[in-house]
């Protein structure tokens, strides 16, 4: 008998009729009143250009509301999906409370106007993200994933801290609001402070290379994941929107979050070539998708960031709680799929395609009409085009013709509605100091542009597959904490 025929095989699960607790029942119904909630305040602020204090601690702008109602649909479809997907889990009720509290305390912070009070719900929202990475407490995975986590938040809470008391020493302001509507100039202690702000957001938000507490949270249960990487890791683009006023104080430093993100973006798609699962291809696209994030707000085009963070939580959840069923898709054989040779004629469609995509957005939106930064917007959304075109026509059985016939007609309309839901989200932001600062077109940015276009090719045409050296600097640029990896099947099977 071999090793393989005498590992324990997992039945189905054993039918039940147990009730659902109430509790979890309830925390489900009470989210989904809290989104109704939210979109009828939602409704009233866009009628006001001013802020809604409430007790000098919390403010209520544009970017709550819509945080509020995009943060609550996520959290009850999260809730609904737990409901079944965590029935017979022993930890079942304290789920629910955990990711609830969560919920609450994202609220919060989208709100919080207090320095103080922004700190601290920032650390609370990484401890209760932590406690769900650790959710199966009796794993010593989850545990060791938990802890991995736990320290890279804490670290980032001790820099917001850093950066909050520096910003005070200088404007003398206690509030988000004070800083934002203070006179600031580049001095070297607001470039400390900005800079130190800039690594909380990126720690917080998984970019390189900060990346690793993400990749090493694979053992926390789907809906987690969901609610991770669709709400928690936007938490860095809403940072840098709250206090875009400072960040936007030194073009040198803009250029560095274009740096920065650039970077994230592009190592993100390669990373995720060499992943192996489902999960590990789904954090390592995160890592790429917040990098476009922070490139959007560091050509100035933060209402491009926060529509971005908004649906790549609807795409990234989907992802994620539908993940089960792309792996029972997957052919058992061992060979790979190839997608079909897309042609002279499928190439000249995705390109052109691309381009028109490109034109839509322009005319739309205003954005890339003027020789400034917003040319790198348009252009990213050109080569974004192109490869979801691309991926489009390879891996459909229809007939060429059909195919590529039906590609600008997809593509197209999606464009102009995402060009549409860009232009809702900056009405949207009423009362939020600023929302979109294109800057002036400068080397770095044609660099960028460049290396994204290099990139591109590089990927699509496979290049980089034939180097060895390459594929292994990958692999152990993606390799989890230590303590967090599963080896063996019985590792997870028994939990």
């Not at 290379?209 to 969901?226: Q, V």
Request: charged share 10%; proline share 4%.
């Amino acid at each position: 008998m071999t090793d393989e025929t005498r590992l324990p095989r997992v039945g189905p699960l054993p039918k039940t009729t147990a009730e659902t607790p109430r509790l979890p029942v309830a925390l489900t119904r009470v989210v989904w009143f809290l989104w109704a909630v939210s979109l009828a305040v939602a409704g009233l602020r866009l009628s006001s250009s001013e802020s809604w204090s409430l007790l000098g601690l919390f403010s209520v702008d544009g970017l709550t509301v819509v945080m509020w109602v995009v943060v609550t649909f996520f959290s009850g479809i999260v809730h609904s999906y737990s409901l079944r997907y965590m029935a017979g889990d022993s930890r079942f009720t304290r789920f629910f409370g955990t990711v609830f509290a969560f919920t609450l305390v994202v609220m919060a912070l989208v709100a919080a106007d207090s320095l103080v009070a922004f700190v601290a719900l920032w650390l609370t929202m990484g401890l209760v993200m932590a406690t769900l990475i650790g959710h199966v407490d009796s794993w010593t995975h989850a545990r060791t994933a938990a802890a991995h986590a736990r320290r890279s938040f804490v670290g980032s809470s001790a820099l917001l801290a850093v950066s909050f008391a520096t910003l005070w020493w200088e404007t003398g302001a206690t509030t988000v609001s004070g800083v934002a509507s203070a006179e600031i100039t580049p001095t070297g202690t607001v470039v400390f402070a900005v800079a130190v702000l800039l690594l909380a957001a990126m720690i917080q938000s998984a970019l390189l290379p900060f990346h690793t507490w993400l990749l090493s949270s694979m053992t926390a249960p789907t809906p987690a994941s969901a609610l991770m990487h669709a709400g928690f890791v936007n938490a860095g683009g809403i940072l840098l929107l709250r206090f875009a006023p400072v960040v936007t104080v030194d073009d040198g430093f803009m250029l560095a979050i274009v740096a920065v993100g650039g970077t994230s973006a592009i190592l993100g798609k390669l990373l995720k070539t060499v992943q192996t699962d489902v999960k590990s291809q789904l954090g390592c696209s995160t890592v790429g998708q917040m990098g476009f994030m922070f490139m959007q707000a560091g050509l100035g085009f933060f209402a491009a960031a926060i529509t971005h963070l908004i649906l790549h939580g609807f795409y990234k959840a989907y992802q994620f709680l539908s993940a089960g069923g792309s792996v029972e898709r997957k052919s058992p054989d061992g060979k790979r799929t190839v997608g079909q040779s897309t042609g002279i004629a499928g190439v000249a469609t995705t390109v052109l395609t691309a381009l028109a995509g490109g034109v839509v957005f322009a005319v739309a939106t205003g954005e890339g009409t003027a020789l400034d930064s917003g040319l790198l917007l348009a252009g990213l959304v050109v080569l974004t085009t192109m490869h979801a075109a691309r991926e489009t026509g390879r891996h459909t059985d229809l007939p060429a013709f059909l195919r590529y016939g039906a590609v600008p007609l997809l593509f197209l309309p999606a464009i102009a509605v995402y060009a549409a839901v860009y232009k809702l989200v900056e009405h949207a932001l009423v009362g939020v100091p600023i929302v979109t600062v294109p800057t002036e077109l400068t080397p770095v940015h044609v660099a960028v542009g460049a290396a994204f276009f290099v990139a591109y090719v590089v990927i699509e045409s496979g290049v980089y597959r034939r180097s060895t050296r390459l594929y292994v600097t990958l692999v152990n640029a993606t390799r989890p904490a230590a303590g967090t990896i599963v080896t063996t099947r019985e590792e997870y099977n028994e939990h």
